[in-house]
């Protein structure tokens, strides 16, 4: 089994909002990734987890907050977005010691 | 110099054709090649991987590394119009992961 579940899959939310956004997957990955994708573009790095420590963070602004409660589990906290984060959120694992990496559906963010 | 070149197309075909998708690459450490099939509005899906140089086929596709070219192919035989979708490379060193910037595939019925 190779899924990466994410919910919600579709959010709007308002600039004041504070939302989370979840991935979950059962494969013993120890690696979890969140990516941003807008449309026409590829995927774009924002947080590496490594047996469940931020260990990569590109540069990501402050109101995106990501947490790792276990293994199998990711988080994504928004607040006080802006209308050009409105994009398709992406969460991915892999294994340690392979370094191909699976997605979930993503989860489609719209910021009025 | 970008770490990985990828034409965007759009591909247009009929369907039975021979599609073929290529990426070219700059950094000679790169060692695992992937190839991800996305439709739209969904998440990429992880289609095929190669380590190192060499062929790889699954059913209809074959995925190409030539690491002295510094050039990556997916081909798929027999394309049917549930293959359209953008196809994105990707290749890694371990140390970092490089998407390609995807090409859109549209396999005409």
């Known amino acids: 089994d190779t899924e990466v579940t994410q919910t919600p899959k579709h959010l709007v939310m308002g600039m004041t909002n504070k939302k989370s956004l979840k991935c979950e997957q059962h494969?013993?990955?120890?690696?979890m990734y969140w990516y941003k994708q807008k449309a026409k573009k590829p995927p774009e790095l924002m947080f590496v987890?490594?047996?469940?420590?931020?260990?990569i963070n590109e540069s990501v602004p402050s109101r995106f907050s990501p947490e790792c409660p276990n293994s199998s589990l990711l988080n994504l906290h928004l607040h006080a977005l802006q209308p050009e984060d409105s994009a398709l959120y992406l969460c991915a694992s892999s294994q340690s010691d392979l370094p191909l990496k699976y997605f979930g559906p993503g989860t489609r963010l719209t910021v009025l | 110099q970008k770490e990985v070149e990828q034409d965007p197309g759009p591909l247009s075909v009929p369907e039975g054709a021979i599609v073929s998708l290529n990426c070219t690459y700059s950094?000679?450490?790169?060692?695992?090649f992937m190839w991800y099939r996305q439709y739209s509005r969904k998440g990429p899906e992880l289609l095929m991987y190669t380590y190192s140089s060499g062929n790889k086929e699954d059913g209809r596709f074959t995925a190409q590394v030539d690491k002295s070219s510094k050039y990556i192919s997916l081909f798929i035989r027999d394309s049917q119009p549930s293959d359209s979708a953008t196809y994105l490379c990707a290749m890694t060193n371990f140390n970092k992961f490089y998407f390609g910037s995807g090409t859109k595939l549209n396999v005409k019925p």
């Open positions: 987890y490594s047996y469940e420590k931020l260990s």
């Open positions: 494969m013993g990955h120890r690696a």
């Open positions: 950094n000679s450490a790169f060692q695992y």
